[in-house]
Nanobody, 123 residues
Framework: QVQLVESGGGLVQAGGSLRLSCAASGRTFSRAAMGWFRQAPGKEREFVASISWRGTTTYYQDSVKGRFTISREYAKNQVYLQMNSLKPEDTAVYYC????????????????WGQGTQVTVSS
């Protein structure tokens, strides 16, 4: 199974920005879609964004459109989430994921998961 490691989380003021990174290591796969989910305390894990293995197709949750941008460097097995205009409602643990199909918006559509990185947005 592919190992995924997130980084870049932290504490930021409302309106600020953070850039999350996810690195794949160990045995990898050649055609994997990548994505980000997040989970706040007491809430279900929710879809944030995803990108196809070639980087030509992206999907976003409505609440982050225009604020977040997902991108990847396929040759480096890296995926990024640029988060701008952050709001307190964005506070959550953010998880990197990988799987065979880019369009899935439920956790069961994805195969591999990182350990998560905490994002806290203060008002």
């Amino acid at each position: 199974q592919v190992q995924l490691v997130e980084s870049g989380g932290g504490l930021v003021q409302a309106g600020g920005s953070l850039r999350l990174s996810c690195a794949a290591s160990g045995r990898t796969f050649s055609r994997a879609a990548m994505g980000w989910f997040r989970q706040a305390p007491g809430k279900e894990r929710e879809f944030v964004a995803s990108i196809s293995w070639r980087g030509t197709t992206t999907y976003y949750q409505d609440s982050v459109k225009g604020r977040f941008t997902i991108s990847r460097e396929y040759a480096k097995n890296q995926v990024y989430l640029q988060m701008n205009s952050l709001k307190p409602e964005d506070t959550a643990v953010y998880y990197c994921t990988a799987g065979p199909v880019v369009g899935g918006t439920t956790p069961t559509s994805w195969d591999s998961w990182g350990q998560g990185t905490q994002v806290t947005v203060s008002s």
